[in-house]
């Protein structure tokens, strides 16, 4: 099982920036999709057994009285408010992805699999504080990063312990690699090369999400937005100069009261 919780998390999961009548459901739609993401990563069970599980969360969103408990509170929490299923289900799409261990085989592949697996968070936190869904592309564009920095984070134990591969495949093979090379006890200048390729995209990424702390109208929303980006930019950063193969890079204490600050700033402007 996954040893990740909210305090350990790249990202802050409902700050204290977030609204408190808001917390609970952000916390409700952050275990669902923990617990449904650790059933997707269990060991112990193969790609059939995944499968049933996660269908039973996607049942339990629709209604179901059976499967998961943190399935059904967060129906109840987002009936209640009137906001869509849709968020959480397609997160679903992603984690049944990985249970039936579909590779990454390009950048178009990688991007496909963050459209469900990263920005449904970002969009299911602007409707929850009634943004305009004009933010979309911008918050899509965020999530991403966030999400592709936690791959290239991850990626020798992604590998190692359960053979998925979020490195585009086609860039390893034009570099002369193969999903192999990830294992080694450092980024050799090839993979390092995958890596700042990988990153380039990143940056791109970064920059189109831009926009978004402007976009957002909730203030408390705003400042969050503004430390989320922060925080992917600076570990960008970091695993330009770091190597994740020789030991995990992760955000500073100093870049995240950077990140901090710059939260802040946004409350004040518009």
Known sequence: MSSRTASTENFPVASFLIAPAHRPTVLAFYRFAREADDVADDPALDGDAKTARL??????LQGSADGPESAQTLRA??????????HPR????AFLADARGRPCRSWSDLIAYCRFSAAPVGRFLLDLHG???????ASDALCTSLQILNHLQDAKQDWADLRRL????DWLVQAGLAERDLLGPRLAPPLRGVYDRVLDRVDELNLQ??????????????????GIHAIALHLAKRLRRGDPLAAR???T?????????????AGLVR
Do not use: T
């Open 77 to 86: 929490a987002l009936v209640d408010r009137g906001l869509s299923l849709d």
């Open 131 to 137: 943004e305009d869904r004009a933010a979309w592309p």
């Open 253 to 265: 204490r100093l870049g995240k009261a950077a990140a901090l600050v710059r939260a802040l700033a």
């Open 166 to 169: 979020y490195v585009p495949r």
């Open 249 to 251: 890079v992760a955000p």
């Open 55 to 60: 269908e039973a969360f996607d049942q339990a």
């Open 90 to 93: 397609h997160l679903l799409q």
């Open 209 to 226: 999400a831009r926009p978004l702390v402007r976009a957002i109208a909730d203030r408390r929303l705003r400042m969050e937005a503004a």
